[in-house]
């Protein structure tokens, strides 16, 4: 079984500056980690994701996260932030191997960021 | 690629009344998910289909809950006797081996509000 704690609920941050969201993971199987953005009233969009390789991936937007074993951790960053990026943001994980195939993913509870002008 | 649908996006029931939503799965993606979603919670697993065939089902699936698949495109949720517990946004999503299995690609979800 997996699971995922995001350590902030809110994150209020000031127009320009950096943010950073944490997540940690539990698993006692290897997995692969996502992060999602909702915008309000809208499904789930995928961010990131980390299957392999680089643990330092980059989404078309700025964000950037690293996986990072040891801690179990894949913390989202962004040097500059922007009105736009005002969301709510999920991490997730889903197994390496799953027996009934499903992969499903299992999410933290998100952090709402907001983006202050 | 139109994206994954569902319908509809919101609805408003009273308890003890049976809802059915629908979704639509981007063409060509064979596996299918359900998960639901409550106020200040991450998204949780209900359901998966790979085809038409329901591989697994989460234990946050009452009896009162039923999920059809029947031809291997669209699927629907049922919840009969809605209780207000059931109040939540339910979420659709689907992935196929071309796009990575555990990539998976939602929709807008429905919102039931339970009365």
């Known amino acids: 079984a997996q699971s995922v704690t995001q350590l902030d609920s809110q994150v209020p941050v000031f127009e320009e500056a950096p943010v950073e969201l944490r997540c940690n993971y539990s698993?006692?199987?290897?997995?692969?980690l996502f992060w999602y953005v909702q915008y309000p009233n809208q499904g789930l969009q995928l961010l990131l994701k980390y299957l392999s390789g680089s643990t330092l991936v980059e989404s078309i937007n700025g964000f950037e996260a690293e996986f990072n074993k040891s801690q179990t951790s894949f913390h989202l960053r962004k040097p500059s932030v922007h009105i736009s990026d005002t969301a709510e943001y999920f991490c997730a994980v889903s197994p390496l191997y799953s027996g009934a195939g499903s992969y499903q993913l299992t999410f933290g509870k998100g952090t709402k960021l907001s983006v202050i002008p | 690629d139109t994206g994954v649908s569902q319908d509809p996006r919101h609805k408003i029931t009273k308890r003890g009344q049976n809802v059915t939503f629908r979704c639509d799965p981007i063409?060509?993606?064979?596996?299918l998910y359900w998960y639901r979603q409550t106020l200040g919670q991450g998204p949780e697993f209900l359901t998966y289909f790979q085809n038409e065939a329901q591989l697994e089902k989460s234990r946050l699936l009452s009896d009162r809950f039923s999920a059809e698949r029947p031809k291997g495109s669209f699927s629907t949720l049922e919840i009969q006797r809605t209780e207000q517990g059931d109040s939540a946004m339910y979420l659709c999503?689907?992935?196929?081996?071309?796009?990575?299995?555990?990539?998976?690609?939602f929709g807008p979800g429905t919102r039931l509000t339970v009365l």
């Open positions: 698993s006692s199987v290897s997995v692969y």
């Open positions: 063409s060509e993606h064979n596996r």
């Open positions: 999503a689907s992935s196929s081996k071309t796009s990575g299995y555990n990539e998976q690609f």
